[in-house]
């Protein structure tokens, strides 16, 4: 297939799924074109089967606000004319399922259509998009789409409960890529970081409020003051420098590292022994599922699909958001008794296998074939 691709091209989740499932998608054959207003961050190779078109916005006195979303429909649409595309996938719905739509009605105008899919991540439903100003907008641009998935039964519900969408939904849980994301041999930087066999606790984000990166911190101060610990986090934000004054203020900025954004995220999960996800809301937790494949145990709050993916006792546990104690009682749970904290991260392991992309990204294949066979009818 011949496959358009619109996503984010930073670090978050939507950017990260659309890239490795593109790359997947060629490495399986398929041509995949990417739009994005710049290079997407996990894209960082050649293959004859994936081309990148930039989207540039030109400036102009009088754009206060660069209409980033016209230049991306005039970019689909010449995709479309130029190129043989069977199909546009685009991820979160703000604003690139609008572009894709608007792009279908000026491509229809020219006797040419074209399906357009449109992955639901999260906050395009749950925070952004449930915004009034974009209601309507998100609402027909999911109408008008030709197939809808979500990452989770949970966003799924939450795109019927929030607006008033028709379509159907097809859940495709969210993907991990073993060949990345898998425990490495990484002793002397275990060394490094916890010379004495301190237990490693880690969270990555980015640093935004609904991360609630502070229960990181006061759960971590908890799990330190009943076992020597360390915790790293990783990824950079808006609430940062408060997060360093917090360490500062509970004083464990010892205990703490910022480690910033990093490439090889993998890496530094491979010393891990517990990762911390206590968001406000969460409709799938991609990092807590690429913490499991590294066989690191989770805490994460029962929000949003985070139970979805972390079953309860096995691979860690959920607990209410904002309730601090009781993630803190059970990482002490889990990091207590060596033997049980082994058999947490087999377990975490394992039931990550279920997510490994060799299972998930057909699922995205057979749901292309569905709607394109439909479209052609
Ligand atoms: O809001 C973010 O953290 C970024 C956002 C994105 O779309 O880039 O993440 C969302 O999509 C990820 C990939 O599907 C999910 O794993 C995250 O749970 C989801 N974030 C939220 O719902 C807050």
Same mark, same amino acid.
């Given at each position: 297939?011949?496959?358009?691709?619109?996503?984010?091209?930073?670090?978050?989740?939507?950017?990260?799924?659309?890239?490795?499932?593109?790359?997947?998608?060629?490495?399986?054959?398929?041509?995949?074109?990417?739009?994005?207003?710049?290079?997407?961050?996990?894209?960082?190779?050649?293959?004859?089967?994936?081309?990148?078109?930039?989207?540039?916005?030109?400036?102009?006195?009088?754009?206060?606000?660069?209409?980033?979303?016209?230049?991306?429909?005039?970019?689909?649409?010449?995709?479309?004319?130029?190129?043989?595309?069977?199909?546009?996938?685009?991820?979160?719905?703000?604003?690139?399922?609008?572009?894709?739509?608007?792009?279908?009605?000026?491509?229809?105008?020219?006797?040419?259509?074209?399906?357009?899919?449109?992955?639901?991540?999260?906050?395009?439903?749950?925070?952004?998009?449930?915004?009034?100003?974009?209601?309507?907008?998100?609402?027909?641009?999911?109408?008008?789409?030709?197939?809808?998935?979500?990452?989770?039964?949970?966003?799924?519900?939450?795109?019927?409960?929030?607006?008033?969408?028709?379509?159907?939904?097809?859940?495709?849980?969210?993907?991990?890529?073993?060949?990345?994301?898998?425990?490495?041999?990484?002793?002397?930087?275990?060394?490094?970081?916890?010379?004495?066999?301190?237990?490693?606790?880690?969270?990555?984000?980015?640093?935004?409020?609904?991360?609630?990166?502070?229960?990181?911190?006061?759960?971590?101060? &908890?799990?330190? @003051?009943?076992?020597?610990?360390?915790?790293?986090?990783?990824?950079? %934000? /808006?609430?940062?420098?408060?997060?360093? $004054?917090?360490?500062?203020?509970?004083?464990?900025?010892?205990?703490?590292?910022?480690?910033?954004?990093?490439?090889?995220?993998?890496?530094?999960?491979?010393?891990?022994?517990?990762?911390?996800?206590?968001?406000?809301?969460?409709?799938?937790?991609?990092?807590?599922?690429?913490?499991?494949?590294?066989?690191?145990?989770?805490?994460?709050?029962?929000?949003?699909?985070?139970?979805?993916?972390?079953?309860?006792?096995?691979?860690?546990?959920?607990?209410?958001?904002?309730?601090?104690?009781?993630?803190?009682?059970?990482?002490?749970?889990?990091?207590?008794?060596?033997?049980?904290?082994?058999?947490?991260? &087999?377990?975490? @392991?394992?039931?990550?296998?279920?997510?490994?992309?060799?299972?998930? %990204? /057909?699922?995205?294949?057979?749901?292309? $074939?569905?709607?394109?066979?439909?479209?052609?009818?």
């Amino acid at each position: 297939m011949n496959i358009g691709i619109v996503c984010y091209p930073t670090y978050g989740g939507s950017g990260v799924v659309a890239t490795e499932l593109g790359k997947y998608l060629a490495d399986k054959g398929h041509q995949l074109h990417f739009l994005s207003y710049e290079q997407p961050a996990r894209l960082d190779y050649f293959s004859n089967n994936v081309f990148y078109h930039e989207v540039s916005v030109n400036e102009y006195p009088l754009f206060r606000y660069p209409p980033y979303e016209l230049a991306l429909t005039s970019k689909m649409v010449d995709l479309v004319l130029s190129t043989d595309i069977d199909l546009l996938h685009v991820h979160y719905a703000i604003p690139h399922a609008a572009a894709a739509v608007m792009a279908k009605h000026i491509l229809r105008s020219k006797n040419t259509d074209v399906p357009v899919i449109t992955t639901l991540h999260g906050t395009d439903i749950t925070l952004v998009g449930r915004d009034s100003t974009y209601t309507p907008v998100v609402n027909y641009a999911l109408d008008n789409s030709d197939g809808i998935t979500a990452v989770s039964n949970s966003l799924k519900k939450d795109t019927y409960t929030h607006f008033d969408v028709n379509n159907d939904i097809e859940v495709i849980p969210n993907f991990v890529d073993f060949s990345r994301f898998s425990k490495q041999p990484k002793e002397h930087f275990k060394k490094a970081i916890a010379p004495n066999g301190e237990r490693i606790v880690i969270h990555t984000s980015n640093f935004r409020k609904v991360k609630r990166v502070e229960d990181v911190i006061a759960v971590f101060a &908890q799990i330190n @003051k009943a076992i020597p610990s360390r915790l790293l986090l990783i990824g950079d %934000g /808006p609430e940062r420098f408060r997060m360093e $004054e917090i360490c500062r203020d509970l004083d464990i900025s010892e205990s703490v590292s910022f480690l910033g954004k990093q490439e090889a995220v993998e890496e530094v999960l491979s010393v891990g022994d517990l990762f911390l996800l206590p968001s406000e809301t969460e409709s799938f937790g991609l990092a807590a599922l690429e913490a499991m494949a590294c066989e690191v145990p989770v805490v994460a709050s029962n929000t949003g699909g985070i139970p979805e993916v972390i079953p309860e006792g096995l691979v860690g546990f959920t607990c209410d958001v904002g309730d601090v104690d009781t993630m803190a009682k059970r990482g002490i749970e889990i990091l207590s008794d060596p033997k049980e904290l082994e058999r947490y991260k &087999q377990e975490a @392991k394992k039931h990550a296998r279920s997510y490994d992309i060799e299972v998930i %990204g /057909p699922m995205y294949v057979k749901f292309y $074939e569905k709607i394109v066979s439909n479209f052609n009818r």
